[in-house]
Nanobody, 125 residues
Framework: QVQLVESGGGLVQAGGSLRLSCAAS????????TGWFRQAPGKEREIVSV????????YYTDSVKGRFTISRDNAKTMVYLQMNSLKPEDTAIYYC??????????????????WGQGTQVTVSS
């Protein structure tokens, strides 16, 4: 139902910052949880952060707590991931995803059904 396009990736040195953006379209965008995932070369995709429609519920995987911040602007149908104090271990393709219709908040990866194309984040040491 929802269509997603990520942007904002790039090459940054360790300790630097990037802000990823997810532009969403579709009738169900504001009704479901939205999350950021990442996939490093040769590794499985992992959940990074999740936010519900109002922003009252947020989840961060342990490795990014205190460094990454997820937010959304429903009027603009945008979701953001502010990434600070980046580490080489953060290097991955980052994907925006939304959960199935009716799932307001979830941290279960299989609940996310709509995906963007991904944006590359590379952190050099």
């Amino acid at each position: 139902q929802v269509q997603l396009v990520e942007s904002g990736g790039g090459l940054v040195q360790a300790g630097g910052s990037l802000r990823l953006s997810c532009a969403a379209s579709g009738r169900t965008f504001s009704s479901v949880a939205t999350g950021w995932f990442r996939q490093a070369p040769g590794k499985e995709r992992e959940i990074v952060s999740v936010i519900n429609w109002s922003g009252s519920s947020r989840y961060y995987t342990d490795s990014v707590k205190g460094r990454f911040t997820i937010s959304r602007d429903n009027a603009k149908t945008m979701v953001y991931l502010q990434m600070n104090s980046l580490k080489p271990e953060d290097t991955a393709i980052y994907y925006c995803a939304t959960a199935s219709l009716g799932i307001l908040f979830t941290t279960t990866p299989s609940d996310f059904r709509s995906w963007g194309q991904g944006t590359q984040v590379t952190v050099s040491s």
